[in-house]
């Protein structure tokens, strides 16, 4: 298994809180990505990174920022979170963007009250 | 970002029976992967296809590239209820970023 790892796995918020979630990786791989999934909506990009301090925005970028000051750590961060970011949230590496695999953490479930 | 479009959205079918979902785009692809999702976990990939026309197979399912890149089909025989999952379809346009975006996935559930 690749070694990425995303916490927290489960966590519960109110509306208005910051949220961190952080994604870390053992592969030394140069790209990361995080991903909301909602019933319907498959996986939607939130921001990408190709490499340290170098990020950028996705489909829905709104709402959420991120920072990846090492390689092996990429952050998430819901500065006031809403109730509509309540979802399954996954992060993903690759060493190559183009036909390279891309492997999965587990994800983590967030929900806004 | 929603120019793939993935057919059939759910897919209910038998264990025994054969069925193919589809990923279809008005755009050129320069490679397209399949991936499965299994319930509360990542998705995983299936296969990567990269030439116009290419087949591959992965044994019962088979995957087949478009002869214009533009689509994928993948086709299962035989069904299993291991076979359960999210299927998504990820292209990669070509760009130096690669593969951003995903379908929105066929949902297949296999009854024994």
């Known amino acids: 298994d690749a070694g990425i790892t995303q916490s927290p796995r489960h966590k519960v918020t109110e509306t208005g809180t910051p949220v961190t979630l952080r994604c870390h990786q053992t592969?030394?791989?140069?790209?990361m990505y995080w991903y909301r999934q909602d019933p319907g909506h498959g996986l939607r990009l939130i921001h990408y990174?190709?490499?340290?301090?170098?990020?950028d925005k996705g489909e829905v970028s709104d709402g959420y920022s991120v920072s990846r000051s090492k390689t092996e750590d990429f952050l998430l961060t819901l500065e006031s979170a809403t109730s509509s970011q309540t979802s399954v949230y996954f992060c993903?590496?690759?060493?190559?963007?183009?036909?390279?695999?891309?492997?999965f953490g587990e994800g983590s479930r967030l929900t806004v009250l | 970002t929603q120019l793939l479009e993935q057919s059939p959205q759910f897919l209910s079918i038998q264990e025994g029976e054969n069925l193919t979902v589809y990923c279809n785009s008005s755009?050129?692809?320069?490679?397209l992967q399949w991936y499965r999702q299994e319930p509360g976990e990542g998705p995983v990939l299936l296969v990567t296809?990269?030439?116009?026309?290419e087949v591959k197979k992965l044994k019962r399912l088979t995957f087949q590239f478009g002869d214009a890149r533009k689509d994928s089909s993948l086709h299962i025989t035989a069904a299993q209820t291991g076979d359960t999952g999210l299927y998504l379809c990820?292209?990669?346009?070509?760009?130096?970023?690669?593969?951003?975006?995903f379908g929105r996935g066929t949902q297949l559930t296999v009854w024994p």
């Open positions: 993903a590496i690759t060493a190559e963007p183009n036909t390279g695999e891309l492997f």
């Open positions: 592969e030394n791989h140069r790209y």
């Open positions: 990174s190709y490499g340290v301090k170098d990020t």
């Open positions: 755009s050129v692809f320069s490679s």
């Open positions: 296809v990269v030439t116009g026309g």
């Open positions: 990820n292209p990669d346009r070509g760009s130096t970023l690669g593969r951003l975006y």
